[in-house]
């Protein structure tokens, strides 16, 4: 195949005044400074430094930064300046390289050693340059292609890093395409803020509402002090077994609540004990996973789906009495991740299993069933001002990485403004 133009090259064809360069050939590239180190008190610094989970994919997350003591002499080696990129040695396959842009927020910030530092040689590299193709789907392959995966964790070396291929076009070049690509970044920036803010705002209902710290307008009753045994039934409802039939198996997502479908599989396919069949509307306890988090109402979408043994589905006792939505925003809340903490047992956090006959012997604050009625409708209400968004937060993101795929192969050729 032979395109006018173009040359073939590893990275697939790119116009012919473009070249392929190593990283390391055109930057310098650097592992951060490793804990628990011995140093002598009279050398010793503490200073703040970026971990993993400050690196997002395409953001530096700024929201929680701690301080790591280092030798006063590697200040200067570690510390990150203005346009520095920082990506990840290891994660989800997924997430594999997630990286962002250092823009100088913090004064002395250093990065610890699973992170790399990628600073450009700018007379041939643009940082922001550097930064998208990060995002794109050429570095993203080459990261999978040679990444040491196990257990769905998947990491890259020093080396690996070192040698990633990039497709270059002139600077001036390289500068337009980020120009073009800095319109999406603003928008993408501005919904993001807003959705942090939206979520700020909803944590800070649910906790006021939840609690009866702020009462609704036209409620001022007591809230009563009941158990959740007073509350809750566990249903078990069996599976009218057909091999040729197929079942919807279901789980509840870890740490963050909600159902997600794990497979469809035929009656004969099915190797899972103790089925069960689960209604919309049904409350979900995962007896393995409930100190993280792991509970959800079934959805309408997944009535009569299959759950496992592992499962315990509750509905309530008395509909006057308990609106199940209520229970479910009631689920979400810190004080009930401890109350299934202190009703679990086990002797590691990972192993636990959910005593659910004590969980029925605590407490809850409940309000009469029109005032649950009312928070439910504020609470649904915000959560789906904050889905809009994130779901215009979502379309931004997918038409940059379509613009970046082919502004940065070539694909489409940006005329460079002189300087």
Known sequence: MNKKGYKHTS???IPEDWEVKRLEEISEIQQGVSKGRSISPEDAISVPYMRVANVKD????????KEIVINKNE?????????DILITEGGDPDQLGRGGIWTNSIKNCVFQNHLFRIRTDRSKLDQFFLYNYFQGFSAKAYFLSCAKQTTGIASINSSQVRATPISLPSVLEQRRITAITATWDAAIYKVQRLVDTLQIRHRGLMHVLLSGKKRLKGFEGKWSNVTYGDLLSE?????????????????????????????SLYGHQIKVKDLRTACAGDFL????????????????????????GSYIAVVSKNSRKLDINFFDWHSRRPYFYHQTYISSFGVHIEKMTFDFEAFLSLDMALPPLEEQIAIVNILNASDREIQLHRRRLATLQEQKKGLMQVLLTGKVRVKPKEE
């Open 235 to 263: 249903v078990k409802r069996p599976v009218l077994w057909n091999d040729d039939d197929l079942y919807r198996l279901i789980s509840v997502r870890r740490r963050s609540g909600g159902i997600f479908e794990r497979e």
């Open 285 to 308: 306890f995962s007896k393995m996973q409930i100190v993280h988090g792991a509970s959800a109402l079934v959805p309408e979408d997944f009535d009569r789906a299959k759950i496992s």
């Open 75 to 83: 200040l200067s080696r570690y510390t990150l300046l203005d346009g």
């Open 58 to 65: 395409g953001v530096i997350d700024l929201a929680e930064v």
């Open 11 to 13: 990275l697939g064809w």
